[in-house]
């Protein structure tokens, strides 16, 4: 009976060794995510053989030249590394990688990236706002997981004089999301040796315009402003790189003595034969705008004629010269004017 006893003792001894055991596993869980089944989610934000990949060096520092906001629909779940699930909601963060001199420390530009409203080239891990209890399995329907919402913003920026690109690697990893430090889904730049600098943005392919004038009578002026029945349409033409990419806005302005009085209707005075100023009578440029309409513009004043964002090569600025009464009494004759135009970019 002392024998059984002890037997049995020994038994329960080992039952409960065993179960202390099976209580100190640990299961490690990582959030797990992807883009939503309804909702095509690209994880590059820039392919530079997919854009133009030629960066103007004239830019001043500071200047955005490339720029998205990529609004990610995602699903979010924990994934178990063991056959039992641990109860709890776990956290889902967007991370932002460690992309300083990710081009090169005298390439003169830097990738920022804005999330949850901080605009930074720094490493650093943000809280979602999301959080998840949803279990990962193969094969389960998306909408049974965790939906979140993550909008970021990425940012090519010039910040210093260009010199030289020398990337690490072809692929600049820009952020995450998921766990925080490095999350399951993470986003990129690809293709940045593709990258180079240039110096030609567009030419002039008319650089001296000569345009006529109908004729007409004095008594066919208004008695004052602008006469529309007796124009002349026209255009500036510009060859540009259709493979440079800058947000930079490409500009016009025209520059002259205007009449006194008529800067900001963009008026100039006529000269006759002899070089004088003609009396009464002036000419007035106008620029076509998106509508199609010929509008106003005044003296050195800038308007937009395109952009490099639709890489198109060849720009044609449509333009339209128009008499412009000043006075009642007006020089006749033969009468001859000039203004300069000017491109820039801004």
């Avoid at 939906?147 to 995450?176: C, G, H, M, Q, Y």
């Amino acid at each position: 009976m002392n024998e059984l006893t002890k037997k049995c003792s020994y038994s329960t001894w080992l039952l409960l060794l065993a179960s202390c055991f099976i209580s100190n596993i640990s299961y490690a869980t990582n959030v797990r995510c992807g883009p939503d089944s309804n909702i095509s989610n690209s994880v590059t934000a820039f392919d530079f053989n997919k854009l133009p990949n030629q960066i103007p060096n004239t830019v001043p520092v500071g200047t955005t030249i490339y720029d998205v906001t990529m609004d990610l629909d995602l699903w979010c779940a924990k994934e178990i590394n063991s056959s039992t699930v641990t109860s709890g909601r776990e956290k889902i963060y967007i991370n932002r990688d460690t992309i300083d001199n990710a081009l090169g420390s005298d390439s003169g530009l830097a990738f920022y990236v804005t999330i949850n409203g901080e605009r930074s080239k720094d490493t650093k891990s943000y809280d979602s706002g999301y959080s998840t209890d949803a279990v990962f399995a193969n094969g389960l329907p998306t909408s049974y997981y965790t939906k979140i919402n993550v909008t970021v913003r990425i940012e090519l920026v010039k910040i210093a004089e260009n010199v030289a690109f020398s990337p690490f690697r072809n692929d600049v990893w820009l952020f995450s999301i998921g766990d925080a430090g490095t999350g399951y889904m993470r986003y990129r730049a690809t293709n940045v040796r593709s990258l180079s600098f240039s110096s030609f943005t567009c030419n002039t392919t008319t650089p001296n315009i000569h345009q006529t004038l109908p004729g007409l009578n004095v008594a066919d002026l208004p008695i004052r402003g602008r006469a529309d029945n007796y124009v002349t349409d026209f255009a500036v033409s510009l060859q540009c790189n259709g493979n440079l990419w800058s947000t930079l806005s490409i500009n016009m302005a025209f520059s002259g003595t205007p009449v006194a009085g008529l800067e900001r209707n963009g008026v100039y005075p006529f000269l006759d034969r002899s070089g004088k100023v003609a009396e009464g009578i002036g000419f007035q440029l106008l620029h076509q705008d998106s509508t199609g309409a010929f509008i106003e513009t005044g003296n050195n004043e800038w308007f937009k004629i395109g952009d490099f964002l639709s890489g198109n090569q060849l720009l044609n600025v449509p333009l339209r010269a128009a008499y412009y009464r000043t006075n009642e009494k007006v020089t006749p004759g033969e009468l001859t004017g000039s203004v300069t135009y000017t491109i820039d970019y801004m």
